[in-house]
């Protein structure tokens, strides 16, 4: 029962004094200090706790406090005024989220299982790819790999179209649209466009890749990627 009164809000001292209090008609807070053996202070804080939350009332004679507990009903009208307070934030923090959405999401990752990563996300957008700076250095550093990934890509029918420089040795494959720019349009790193994502791969040492997710950059980068697919050969 404790456990349960904590999931509803009630801290462990304010469920064990909530508790202790069904012992009594009425106590002090002495005595309730002395049946949960917990300070006075705590007592007390727990006690007022309880009293914000309608859970317990008290009365006073001598100038003492006396407390006792509330209708039980008012535990189940605690955890509703809870819930409908949630309910009256539900539409700002709904909006909030939104908002937050609506930014782009940025992540770096580094080495060759970063790399990796990314082209299992690639894998599981299932969008087509669009390929920018698409370089030799796939084949000579994740041949495994590129291998796994090529077949996994047929399977799921993932198209690309590929823009190498010329000189380059580009990726065969059924599923490839591929063609060349002039060699001095060379780039040092990768782009991929899929989706909402764009992806950098940096051929530097250690490899740094970044992947971000955004609609807008994903539409921009990928007219980019049509203008120069129009001046490839």
């Known amino acids: ?41 705590n007592i007390y804080d727990s006690l007022n706790g309880l009293i914000k939350k309608g ?26 005024e809870k819930e409908k307070q949630a309910e009256d934030i539900l539409p700002e923090l709904q909006s909030k989220l939104k ?22 996300k690639m894998l ?12 030799e250095e796939w084949e000579k550093r994740f041949p495994i790999k590129l291998s796994q ?14 823009i190498y420089v010329k000189g380059s040795k580009p ?12 060699t001095e349009l060379h780039q040092p790193s990768t782009i991929a466009i899929f989706g909402d994502y764009v992806a950098i791969f940096m051929w530097t040492e250690p490899l740094v890749a970044t992947l971000t997710k955004s ?3 994903g539409e921009s980068f990928k007219e980019y990627f049509n203008q120069l697919w129009k001046i490839a050969k």
């Open 1 to 41: 029962m404790k456990e349960i009164l904590k999931s509803l809000g009630l801290t462990e001292r304010e469920a064990d004094a909530y508790l202790a209090l069904y012992n009594f008609k009425e106590t002090t807070a002495t005595q309730l200090a002395k049946t949960t053996k917990e300070h006075r202070t």
């Open 55 to 80: 859970l317990i009332v008290y009365s006073i004679k001598n100038n003492v406090r006396y407390y006792k507990v509330s209708n039980p009903e008012k535990l189940v009208e605690y955890v509703k």
């Open 99 to 120: 908002t937050q959405r609506g930014k782009p999401v940025v992540e770096v990752y580094e080495g060759q299982e970063g790399f990796k990563t990314i082209l299992g």
């Open 124 to 135: 599981r957008e299932g969008k087509d790819i669009y390929g920018i700076g698409a370089s």
């Open 149 to 162: 990934y090529m077949k996994e890509r047929e399977e799921r029918k993932i198209k690309a179209k590929l």
């Open 171 to 182: 990726i065969e494959h059924k599923l490839n649209k591929i063609k060349f720019l002039p």
């Open 215 to 217: 609609k807008e950059l």
